[in-house]
């Protein structure tokens, strides 16, 4: 069943093996979808997983086709063609984690397909969205683990009965993010550190290094261009003026910034921005 993992997974729900392994995909069995799915919950996994053993995609990408939706019967509201899943992704993560850590897989495997799972409702639309997401986008998820999030979206919508694993939008997304591959996304690729803030600032360390970097990396995220020394250092002068609850409440915005290419808030977008 190696090169059939879709029916070894069915051929434990038929054998009634399935609840004693992962009884919470076993919960999604006959649970109906909103109009723009063509299968139920549990089909929809299945199809998204054929797909992946299809292309041949690796175990973290299987895995998470397998399980991206596993949240949604625990919070869909409504019935019929209206169905919604609002945050599935997020509570699906929280599951996913739990569910591989009881299977014992390795810490670093549970890691990548839970992050995987969290984002794989992102959004992202040309014209609609820009660099600056795109970068966000790739901080969240890791450099490393786009070209598998991107296999995720394209067995999701295989999984959801469209017709192209890869339309236009995700072709235009591959070639934004090739493109901001240099710019920084992490405070490690800051022309600062948190040295330079401690002695520009005559500080020692503690939480108000931390902030400012923060601070710091939301601006360069939106402007790559910002990204050195001599504008990085100004604005930690700046920012060293600030009160502790000033830098605190600017350190937590940045950080929380919601793109809008990282999420989908609900099922009713797939109508805009997936169903062709």
């Given at each position: 069943?190696?090169?059939?993992?879709?029916?070894?997974?069915?051929?434990?729900?038929?054998?009634?093996?399935?609840?004693?392994?992962?009884?919470?995909?076993?919960?999604?069995?006959?649970?109906?979808?909103?109009?723009?799915?063509?299968?139920?919950?549990?089909?929809?996994?299945?199809?998204?997983?054929?797909?992946?053993?299809?292309?041949?995609?690796?175990?973290?990408?299987?895995?998470?086709a397998?399980?991206?939706?596993?949240?949604?019967?625990?919070?869909?509201?409504?019935?019929?063609?209206?169905?919604?899943?609002?945050?599935?992704?997020?509570?699906?993560?929280?599951?996913?984690?739990?569910?591989?850590?009881?299977?014992?897989?390795?810490?670093?495997?549970?890691?990548?397909?839970?992050?995987?799972?969290?984002?794989?409702?992102?959004?992202?639309n040309?014209?609609?969205?820009?660099?600056?997401?795109?970068?966000?986008?790739?901080?969240?998820?890791?450099?490393?683990?786009?070209?598998?999030?991107?296999?995720?979206?394209?067995?999701?919508?295989?999984?959801?009965?469209?017709?192209?694993?890869?339309?236009?939008k995700?072709?235009?997304?591959?070639?934004?993010?090739?493109?901001?591959?240099?710019d920084?996304?992490?405070?490690?690729?800051?022309?600062?550190?948190?040295?330079?803030?401690?002695?520009?600032?005559?500080?020692?360390?503690?939480?108000?290094?931390?902030?400012?970097?923060?601070?710091?990396?939301?601006?360069?995220?939106?402007?790559?261009?910002?990204?050195?020394?001599?504008?990085?250092?100004?604005?930690?002068?700046?920012?060293?003026?600030m009160?502790?609850?000033?830098?605190?409440?600017?350190?937590?915005?940045?950080?929380?910034?919601?793109?809008?290419?990282?999420?989908?808030?609900?099922?009713?977008?797939?109508?805009?921005?997936?169903?062709?």
């Amino acid at each position: 069943m190696a090169d059939k993992p879709a029916e070894g997974i069915e051929l434990l729900r038929e054998l009634n093996l399935l609840k004693y392994i992962a009884p919470e995909l076993l919960e999604n069995y006959g649970v109906s979808q909103s109009k723009h799915h063509k299968y139920d919950c549990y089909q929809h996994a299945i199809k998204s997983l054929e797909y992946t053993a299809k292309k041949k995609f690796n175990m973290h990408v299987r895995l998470a086709a397998l399980l991206h939706d596993i949240a949604k019967p625990k919070v869909k509201v409504g019935e019929g063609e209206n169905a919604t899943f609002y945050n599935h992704e997020i509570v699906g993560a929280k599951m996913t984690f739990q569910i591989l850590n009881n299977l014992k897989f390795s810490k670093k495997d549970v890691e990548k397909i839970t992050k995987l799972v969290r984002f794989h409702l992102f959004y992202y639309n040309v014209d609609e969205v820009g660099e600056a997401s795109v970068r966000r986008l790739v901080k969240n998820v890791g450099p490393e683990n786009m070209e598998e999030l991107l296999q995720v979206r394209q067995a999701d919508r295989i999984g959801s009965g469209v017709p192209k694993a890869e339309p236009y939008k995700l072709r235009h997304l591959k070639y934004l993010i090739e493109k901001i591959s240099g710019d920084p996304i992490s405070a490690k690729m800051l022309k600062v550190n948190g040295e330079d803030i401690m002695k520009i600032l005559e500080i020692k360390p503690g939480p108000k290094v931390g902030q400012i970097l923060d601070i710091l990396l939301g601006y360069v995220l939106d402007d790559p261009k910002k990204n050195t020394k001599e504008f990085l250092e100004k604005e930690v002068a700046k920012l060293g003026k600030m009160s502790d609850k000033e830098l605190k409440e600017m350190a937590e915005k940045s950080k929380q910034e919601k793109s809008e290419i990282e999420v989908k808030q609900d099922e009713m977008t797939k109508q805009k921005y997936w169903v062709t």
